[in-house]
C-alpha cells in the first residue's frame, strides 16, 4: 500500500518550503491568479510531459490514475522539494486528485476568489466536487500567509 503527500511550510525566511510525491497536489493564489506548484508523478503527467498526450484526454487514458512515485512501495522515493516566494495575502492551497478530478483549475479559482476566509474555500471546493461526483477521498487545505 502506498500514499501521496503534499506538505508546506513557511520558513523564517518568509519563503514557502513545499514538498510532493504522487498526485497530491499544492497551489498558489497570488494577485487574483491561481498557478500550480506541483508535477503530479503519474504515468500520464509523463506522456503529457513528453507531448504523447493531451492534457485534456489524460482522464480517459487507460493509466489514468497510475502512479509513478508514492510513499510506502519501495524503502526509498525521490520527494519533489522547492522554495518559492510568497507574500502577505497569498493563498496555498493542497488538495488531493478527489478535488482536482472533479474540478477544473478554473473552478478551484474562482472558489478562492468568491470565498472570503479559508474555510470557506475548503467548504464551498468539497462542496462542489461531490456535486460533480466525489468519486474519491476530497482532501482540500488552504492557509493565507499573514503576518
Not at 513528453?50 to 510513499?71: D, I, P
Amino acid at each position: 500500500m502506498g500514499t501521496t503527500i503534499c506538505a508546506a511550510g513557511l520558513l523564517a525566511s518568509g519563503q514557502l518550503a513545499l514538498v510532493n510525491v504522487g498526485d497530491s497536489r499544492a497551489y498558489l493564489w497570488h494577485e487574483g491568479a491561481l498557478s500550480r506548484l506541483t508535477k503530479d508523478h503519474s504515468v500520464t503527467a509523463d506522456l503529457i510531459e513528453r507531448g504523447e498526450l493531451r492534457e485534456e484526454e489524460a482522464a480517459q487514458h487507460l493509466y489514468y490514475g497510475v502512479l509513478t512515485r508514492a510513499l510506502g512501495v519501495a524503502p526509498d522515493v525521490e520527494i519533489d522539494r522547492r522554495t518559492i516566494a510568497v507574500e502577505m495575502g497569498d493563498r496555498v492551497l493542497l488538495c488531493s486528485d478527489g478535488l482536482f478530478n472533479e474540478l477544473s483549475s478554473d473552478e478551484i479559482a474562482r472558489a478562492v476568489k468568491e470565498a472570503k476566509e479559508p474555510a470557506a474555500i475548503v467548504d464551498a471546493l468539497i462542496e462542489r466536487a461531490n456535486a460533480e461526483g466525489g468519486r474519491d477521498n476530497i482532501s482540500v487545505v488552504v492557509a493565507e500567509v499573514a503576518a
